[in-house]
């Protein structure tokens, strides 16, 4: 589970790397379209992740033919991995700030 979890973030931050930031307002849009692409492709990969951990928990279930407490921990993470993976693929980038030359937020006092 952790290799996939390790390979989803790894191919974010390669993506991430070979973005560079628009330098005209029109090309944003293309900007954060691949921006929503590579957080869905990360959420794919933390979906993976959580059912690789349902279907270890079901097959402990099968195998006991009751729940046991690795079973319903298993069960907890991949909720956990679901919920997360939805938090990935709910972010809007319009609640981000600008930044000025330094770094620094449009909002921000410096």
């Known amino acids: 589970m952790l290799?996939?979890?390790?390979?989803a973030q790894e191919a974010a931050d390669?993506?991430?790397?070979?973005l560079s930031a628009?330098?005209?307002?029109d090309a944003t849009d293309?900007?954060?379209d691949e921006l929503k692409q590579i957080g869905a492709e990360m959420a794919e990969g933390v979906r993976e992740a959580a059912e690789i951990r349902t279907e270890a928990?079901?097959?402990i279930v099968e195998g006991f033919g009751h729940?046991?407490?690795q079973s319903e921990e298993l069960l907890s993470d991949a909720e956990e991995l679901e919920s997360w993976a939805d938090d990935i693929e709910?972010?809007?980038f319009e609640d981000f700030d600008e930044e000025d030359e330094d770094g620094h937020s449009s909002r921000s006092k410096h």
Not at 3 to 7: C, H, I
Not at 14 to 18: R, T, V
Request: hydrophobic share 25%.
């Open 22 to 25: 628009p330098e005209e307002t």
């Open 30 to 32: 293309g900007y954060l």
């Open 3 to 7: 290799a996939t979890l390790y390979g």
């Open 67 to 69: 729940e046991t407490t």
């Open 14 to 18: 390669d993506a991430m790397g070979e």
């Open 57 to 59: 928990s079901e097959a």
């Open 90 to 92: 709910n972010v809007t």
